[in-house]
Every structure is written in structure tokens, then in C-alpha cells.
């Protein structure tokens, strides 16, 4: 597996990386063995960059990594990402905080559900408006310090609190939204623009269109009832058939490649700068395996010409979010 360096820290992670928030939920009911199955078959491919949050599961997916690594003394094989911000009560959530305080309290819970002495990149999952990012940052700056945190990170930012954050302490990395159908990260004056001036990686989280974009979903019943992708626009009634449409465009392009369209779909991200590292998320062993080999994929200027042509910015039918998801997003 190929690594890519995120920020000038000296953060490497593999160019492509898992996340693993499905193995807790959202995704349907997870299956344990094929949990573990998938994680170490993660660790055989190189895959080592996985990504979770203190949010998913309410701990849960914290608590499945640090115990998968532990028991098999793997906590040196692997970059791991969390991330805080978002406060939930019975499951769900209800707002998000970034206090120099709570800042503190999330980065001791998440070590504890972890086992780790140290979290090797920090995200603020969300930016907190009634918080200015400089005393958020700060307060994060301060476990960096403390050697509870080697690196820090934001998630859904814009361009402008990235660069006030950036003046408080080096930032490695943003996580945001990117794929073919979601490109709004490409605009004049964007957070992909800001990345690469200031030196920052930029990790693409739902690179696959949340499995839209691999033609594995042909029809909305193909989805559990506890699938929260029913709660997406894109996937209501109204713009499934017109996006489906985007996907057989993938699809004859990944044939001429002789590659899936999965893979397809990330080699394009890794076209897009070498600070870019993807972050499909799955459960499943065949899926990883399909993800991991998008490094192999190289694809011509004809090529990139071609996809750019038939997906362009704004391609995709509804937004990414709801109306209350999309509110949760510094713009």
C-alpha cells in the first residue's frame, strides 16, 4: 500500500484508509466476527489509516478498536483518527460543543475507551459556532503539549476557520465530504484550495457516495429499514432514478478501465493531489479488498477528462445532508 504524507508534522498514513463508524451503526445491524475479519484483514493489505469518532456508537467504535488492537499488540501497525465535538443523548444528537473544557473531558474518554496513551490524530467533528475555533484550537493545541494528541485535525470546516485555526497550531489534516458527487470542497475560495496553500492533507470521508457511487444499490429496497441513508436527499424517491443515471456513467468508464467502480471513484481522488487520502468505510472483507486495490488504477489526463465530463461539480440530484445536517456544517 502507497502512503501520503498529511501536513508538514510528519504524519504518514497509508493513500487509502478505513472508516469503520459501520461496524456500530447506521449501517444495519453489525456482525462482530466480520468486524475483526475486516480489521485484520486491514492490517494484512496496508490499509492502517482507520478513522473513528467518539460519536459513533456513543463510544462503541472506540471501545471495538482499541480492544481489536490490544488483544493482538497491534497499536504500533496502526494511524488512528478520532474525533469529538458532537454530544448525543439516548443515541442521538443533540449539539455540538467545543469549550476548552469539554475539549479536554472528550480527549481523556476517548483514551480511556481506546486503551491508548495517545491519539495519533484529533479532529474536531464539528466546528462549534458559540466557540471561537482559536479557543477550541487552543484547548487542543494543549493535549498536543500534554502528549495526548500527535496531530491535529478538523472535520467539515471552511476555508476561512481553517486558516484562523492554522495560526493557533499546525493543522495535519481536514475531513470532508468529497467524492464524484459531492464536490462542493472544488470551489474557487474552498477548503481543497486552502488545504494544498497551506500545506494541510485533506482526508475525503463518504468517498464512495456512502456505496452509492459502486452500483451495489439499484434500488432504495436494497437498503435496510435502519439504513440512515433513507434520511438522505439523495436517496429519496424523487432523485434516486436521476442519480442512478451518474452511476452507470461510473460504471462504463470502470469497465474501459477493466477496474470496478468503486475503484474507479477513489483512484480519481488520488488524482486530485498527493495530499489526499480517502477513507472508504466498510464492514466487510470483500469490500476492503476491492477499496485497497483503487491504488493500482492510474488513470490518464483522457481519462480524468472523461469522468469530469459526464460527473461534473453539482452532477448529483439533492444534497448531501438534510436540512438539519447541512446546518451542522461550517460553510
Known sequence: MESRALGNGGLRVSAIGLGVMGMSEFYGKPDEAENEATLARAVELGVTFWDTADAYGSGHNEELIGRFLAERGWRDRVVLATKFGFVREGGRAVGICGTPEYVRSACDGSLARLGFDAIDLYYQHRVDPQVPIEDTVGAMALLVKAGKVRHLG??????????????????????????????????????????????????????????????????????????????????????????????????????????????????????QGDFIAPIPGTKRRKYLDDNAGAVAVRLSAADLARIDAVLPPGAAAGERYSELGMSLTNR
Open 154 to 271: 478538523l472535520s467539515e470546516v471552511s476555508a476561512e476557520s481553517l486558516r484562523r485555526a492554522h495560526a493557533v497550531h499546525p493543522i495535519a489534516a481536514v475531513q470532508s465530504e468529497y467524492s464524484l458527487w459531492s464536490r462542493d470542497p472544488e470551489l474557487p475560495g474552498g477548503i481543497l484550495g486552502a488545504c494544498r496553500a497551506l500545506g494541510v492533507g485533506f482526508v475525503p470521508y463518504s468517498p464512495l457516495g456512502r456505496g452509492f457511487l459502486t452500483g451495489k444499490v439499484k434500488r432504495l429496497e436494497d437498503l435496510g429499514e435502519d439504513d440512515f441513508r433513507h434520511t438522505t436527499p439523495r436517496f429519496a424517491r424523487e432523485n434516486f432514478a436521476r442519480n442512478l443515471r451518474l452511476v452507470a456513467e461510473v460504471e462504463a468508464i470502470a469497465s474501459d478501465k477493466r477496474c470496478s467502480p468503486g475503484q474507479l471513484v477513489l483512484a480519481w481522488l488520488l488524482a
